[in-house]
């Protein structure tokens, strides 16, 4: 009846507080920005066939040629199982090629020619996109966006500091 000690919680959130975490909650925010420039980046990139997620995905294979999912789920930042659906969509449609590597508890992925062709016909509607976004925010900010999300997903900033 009543009695409140100060390690007990509240049993509703006040809508004040509710608006507060939502204005200045990093996660909730950086994940709405986000959803907002991977449906800008993905309306850009519609007439390739390609979602913004696998347009990146086949440029960083282009980039570094056959890359085991254990290291493309480290650079990108994505887990497994994530990542392994996403490559399982592209590999279905010729895109990329999964294989074992030297040790059978590795696989390598690598673009195939279609695959190589793809993102070649979509880099100037990324272009489009990248355009889109500097027009939007600034050319000048979006560096310092870059920066700063860089900053966030270097490897050794990745550590998670909740517990």
């Known amino acids: 009846m009543g009695v409140y000690a100060p390690n007990m919680k509240p049993s509703r959130l006040s809508p004040a507080r509710a608006a507060e975490?939502?204005?200045t909650c990093a996660c909730f925010n950086v994940r709405k920005a986000a959803r907002a420039i991977t449906q800008l980046y993905d309306d850009a990139l519609r007439p390739s066939g390609l979602r913004a997620t696998?347009?990146?995905l086949l440029v960083h294979l282009g980039g570094r040629g056959p890359t085991s999912v254990?290291?493309?789920a480290d650079h990108t930042v994505t887990d497994r199982t994530t990542l392994t659906r996403n490559l399982a969509i592209l590999e279905e449609r010729g895109l990329v090629e999964i294989r074992p590597?030297?040790?059978a508890r590795v696989r390598l992925v690598e673009l195939t020619p279609a695959g190589h062709r793809a993102v070649a016909a979509a880099v100037p509607l990324w272009e489009h996109a990248q355009d889109a976004l500097a027009e939007r925010l600034g050319g000048e900010r979006v560096a310092r966006?870059?920066?700063s999300l860089r900053a966030v997903t270097?490897?050794?900033a990745r550590r998670s500091g909740a517990r």
Request: charged fraction near 30%; avoid cysteine.
């Open 145 to 147: 966006l870059r920066e």
């Open 54 to 56: 696998q347009f990146t």
């Open 101 to 103: 590597g030297d040790d």
């Open 70 to 72: 254990g290291e493309l």
């Open 154 to 156: 270097a490897p050794g």
């Open 21 to 23: 975490i939502a204005a």
